[in-house]
Every structure is written in C-alpha cells, then in structure tokens.
C-alpha cells in the first residue's frame, strides 16, 4: 500500500522559504515520478514541480528558479525546497504519485505566505 505523508507547511512572510517533506511508504520513489501539486481556494489543483525515475525534473513556469524539487534515498522521502515565496502561493499542497493506474495522494500540508 502506497503511503505519502507531507509536512512543513507553515505561515511565512513574502520573501520567505519552507522546505516541504513527503515521507514515503510502500514503494521506493526513485522507482516513480513524484510531484508536488498544489490547491488554493477556489482553485484547480495545479503541478508544480516533479521528479522522475530517471532524476530528470520538471517546474510550473510561475516557480521556476524559486522552488527546488529533491529527493533522500535512506529516508524514501521527497522534498519541496521553496524560496522566495510571494502571496500566490498560497495553497494546500500535495505529494503524489502514480503507481500501476492509479494515482496516491498525501493529505496536504497548508502554505501560507502574508503579504
């Protein structure tokens, strides 16, 4: 059973950086694609960055040169290094992974930034 568990959001002023973490379970992520996706209110849910099995990467053009997607063989974990963070965004954001046609989600973890 695949298992994706995010952390570190937080409220963080404009111009700030969060580093989000998701710990993951039941699969080995070098094997897969991982993204992070983000949903703020009102709003689809969005790619933001991902990480494929071969290492190669992938960003929104609205967070490149900002965010940093990374992984940590030893810990099965998948990381979201933001820097620079503006108003927009703002949003729950979420790991996930596509593993034999279905796709796993995390439960999200809620970015804040004020202005």
């Known amino acids: 059973q695949v298992q994706l568990a995010e952390s570190g959001g937080d409220l963080v002023q404009t111009g700030g950086s969060l580093r989000l973490s998701c710990a993951v379970s039941?699969?080995?992520?070098?094997?897969?694609?991982m993204g992070w996706y983000r949903q703020a209110p009102g709003e689809q849910r969005e790619l933001v960055a991902e990480i494929t099995s071969g290492g190669g990467t992938n960003y929104a053009d609205s967070v490149k040169g900002r965010f940093t997607i990374s992984g940590d063989d030893a810990k099965n974990t998948v990381y979201l290094q933001m820097n620079s963070l503006k108003p927009e965004d703002t949003a729950v954001y979420y790991c996930?992974?596509?593993?034999?046609?279905?796709?796993?989600w995390g439960q999200g973890t809620q970015v804040t930034v004020s202005s």
């Open positions: 039941g699969i080995i992520f070098r094997g897969y694609t």
């Open positions: 996930s992974t596509l593993r034999r046609k279905v796709r796993y």
